[in-house]
């Protein structure tokens, strides 16, 4: 399964939403009913780190600013405001159909 | 804390083989799938290798089948991976990650694996 994320890069001002879009080659709902689509952060010079699990759920200490939607092949992360700290690049992830696959990355920055 | 440490990484040339590990602790090793990923310079994600919580299933990404291979002990809490016949394209920082339920939550810092003559 191929995921492309856009856009690639994301200067956002300060305070100001940002929106990174996913889509899967194809669905992303497996035959248990879940959809295994998860989001992750990953600061410069940082590991990744687990932000949203099947599409919408916040993983343990991601403030709530942080929040995802979709459904099937299209998904969408969300950052009501930007922080100084949400500097980094972003993937999309699906385990649902192995191999599993990464989009690309999305870069957000400060303008 | 729940805690992933990976070693073993350096510099080995073209057609050498390295073992990398990863130490876990702060959860129940035994209980969860593992995996590895990797990350070449300046590039995105790219999942290697998954191995199941009692080592019965292992599952790799095409490009590495036949010369990687991932284990575990659950008895030392520590995840493998050996990598033989090595090239250029393996250059890599490896993560190990622990899965629950398809969610990888927990990641590792990393080790840098450099192929080059």
């Known amino acids: 399964i191929v995921m492309t994320q856009t856009p690639l890069s994301s200067p956002v001002t300060l305070g100001q939403p940002a929106s990174i879009s996913c889509r899967s080659s194809?669905?992303?709902?497996?035959?248990?009913?879940?959809?295994?689509l998860s989001w992750l952060q990953q600061r410069p010079g940082q590991p990744p780190r687990l932000l949203i699990y099947k599409i919408s759920n916040r993983f343990s200490g991601v403030p709530d600013r942080f929040s995802g939607s979709g459904a099937g092949t299209d998904f969408t992360l969300k950052i009501s405001r930007v922080e100084a700290e949400d500097v980094g690049v972003y993937y999309c992830m699906q385990a649902t159909q192995g191999p599993w696959t990464f989009g690309q990355g999305t870069k957000v920055e400060i303008k | 804390e729940v805690q992933l440490a990976e070693s073993g990484g350096g510099l080995v040339q073209p057609g050498g083989s390295l073992r990398l590990s990863c130490a876990a602790s702060g959860f129940t090793f035994s209980s969860n799938w593992m995996n590895w990923v990797r990350q070449a310079p300046g590039k995105g994600l790219e999942w290697v290798a998954s191995i199941k919580e009692d080592g019965s299933e292992k599952y790799y990404v095409d490009s590495v089948k036949g010369r990687f291979t991932i284990s575990r002990d659950n008895a030392k809490k520590s995840l493998y991976l050996q990598m033989n016949s090595l090239r250029a394209e393996d250059t890599a920082v490896y993560y190990c990650?622990?899965?629950?339920?398809?969610?990888?939550?927990?990641w590792g810092q990393g080790t840098m694996v450099t192929v080059s003559s």
């Open positions: 194809q669905s992303l709902v497996h035959s248990d009913g879940n959809t295994y």
């Open positions: 990650a622990r899965s629950t339920l398809r969610i990888f939550d927990i």
